[in-house]
């Protein structure tokens, strides 16, 4: 499991929207779930995983999740997998 947060203004903020994801596909459903009513819905090939830094405040491996024409959308604590 990956544990995935929202980009908020305070780190405390951003953790209480911390859910867990499985592959680039829950990924994907979740940016859909939360973006598809403001800006459509976004392909994949817009949406990056990139390491981002260690946090050492909450001992993640941070990685950072952007969406092209959009920005981040949030961070998680690890690489995402694709689907088997």
Same mark, same amino acid.
């Given at each position: 499991?990956?544990? +995935?947060?929202d980009?908020k203004? !305070?780190? &405390?903020?951003?953790?209480?929207t911390?859910?867990?994801?499985? !592959?680039? @596909?829950? +990924?994907?459903?979740?940016i859909n779930?939360?973006l598809?009513p403001? /800006?459509?819905?976004?392909a994949? &090939?817009?949406v990056s /995983?990139?390491?981002?830094?260690?946090?050492d405040?909450?001992?993640w491996d941070t990685h950072i999740? !952007?969406?092209? @024409?959009y @920005? /981040?959308y @949030?961070? !998680?604590?690890?690489?995402? &997998?694709e689907?088997p």
């Amino acid at each position: 499991m990956t544990k +995935l947060r929202d980009h908020k203004g !305070t780190l &405390e903020d951003a953790m209480q929207t911390v859910r867990e994801i499985q !592959t680039f @596909g829950d +990924l994907m459903k979740d940016i859909n779930a939360n973006l598809s009513p403001y /800006v459509g819905l976004i392909a994949a &090939e817009r949406v990056s /995983v990139n390491r981002y830094y260690f946090d050492d405040r909450i001992k993640w491996d941070t990685h950072i999740v !952007t969406i092209a @024409g959009y @920005g /981040v959308y @949030g961070f !998680t604590d690890g690489p995402v &997998e694709e689907a088997p």
